[in-house]
């Protein structure tokens, strides 16, 4: 099927059965025996553990190794790099106004990794014949990262100022990012917010939601926004930001969330990664993916994901099982 011109609800309704999305962590690195920066340093690489994914958890969507903290990293923020697992920032340098204007935002094609990471893009969309996924960090989880979430949310009641000139850098930053991993041949941006759950509905509403909007009108993709932990009471303002789907954690009633979302965005989750997933017996997956299937059997509008990355010693068998339910549930709508 030719996806390249489908919206993502035509994508997922384009046969009789239910999608998949694939949300891994470093589940990859073991069938290629290699770590995480040498896979993000070598597109090679990215494209070989691409291919494996694909043959061994073969969902509806192919993707590289997450590079969440690539936007961070290039800014100079110093990481804790884990040999098999996602790096983290260790310290947070952006502390006034001056240092958020001593900044440049990173030119995608020629700053620190980025260029790798757009060339390991674009040979993993031109090799394999299925929607190109990835996932980045979004605005105010990038002003996280750089000014850290105590000093940021204290600014936010002393010092509006300084939050609100952090949070116009990094929208210039992510939307820059974003625009070149579209036109690098990704086709499904996911924005991951999770530090924004920390916010009031009504900061999340003036801090959040504009710059979403932002960067999603910036972009032509399918477009996401995940948000780690209980959303409801922004949900609504989540579908106000626009994007085709909202990928909900697993604490999250799927169902209810079902009767308040648009036909027309696409719901996305929400098998519970940790205890399930990771922890869990085929048993386990087999009741819960069902249920889910069942729970959500009359919403058109739905695609089958865990609530988050899937831990990355998660046993194969239990997402192998997950895939292939999904794959197998025949739906007519």
Known sequence: MDFRNMTLMEYILSEPRRFFLTDLGTNGLKFIGKKVYEVYENPNLQLEMAKRLDEEFPGDFVFPLSDGNIISETLGVKLLKPAYDFPSPLEHKILTIDDVRALKVPDPKVDGRMPTNLKSQRLIAESIDKPLYVSIFGPFTLA?????????????????????????????CVTTYAQAVVEAGVKYMSIAEPASVTLSPENFEDLVVPRLKHVYQSVDCWKQLHICGDTRKFLPMMIEAGPDAISLDQIM??????????????????IDPIDIIGRGKV?????????????????PNYMVAFGCNAPNDSPDENIKKAIELTKNYKVNF
């Open 253 to 270: 009633d799927l169902s209810w969330a079902g009767k308040i979302m648009p036909k027309d965005m696409v719901i996305v989750g929400n």
């Open 144 to 172: 996280v990262q750089l000014a850290g979430a105590t000093h940021l949310l204290r600014e936010l009641i002393k010092n509006k100022a300084f939050v609100l000139e952090l949070l116009d850098f990094t929208t210039k």
């Open 283 to 299: 048993k386990d997956v087999e009741a819960a993916t069902y249920k889910l299937l069942e729970d959500m059997k009359a919403y």
